[in-house]
């Protein structure tokens, strides 16, 4: 039987919430993983997101601690219309 939406959700928010905080070498810190930050997978601001993007990522938190610890420089990217620009941190 096919998983629903909410299962799946549930499924993952188990798997985030395994995680243990993971030093990041970009940012020279700790990264931890707390509520707000599974909240912003699944909600943009006060809207949920499709469940083609929530799917899309949460089948990505198995792979948050290695890039995390793998990223050597932190990028903040903005959206200006419909362009995606990079831009270094302030």
Do not use: C, W
């Amino acid at each position: 039987m096919k998983e629903s939406m909410k299962e799946t959700i549930a499924r993952y928010r188990n798997e985030y919430d395994s995680l243990r905080p993971v030093f990041s070498p970009a940012i020279g810190e700790d990264v931890h993983f707390n509520a707000q930050g599974f909240k912003h997978l699944v909600y943009k601001g006060k809207h949920r997101r499709t469940n083609a993007v929530i799917y899309s990522r949460l089948v990505l938190i198995p792979l948050i601690p290695a890039v995390i610890r793998t990223a050597r420089k932190s990028q903040r990217y903005v959206y200006v219309g419909n362009l995606l620009t990079a831009r270094k941190p302030k």
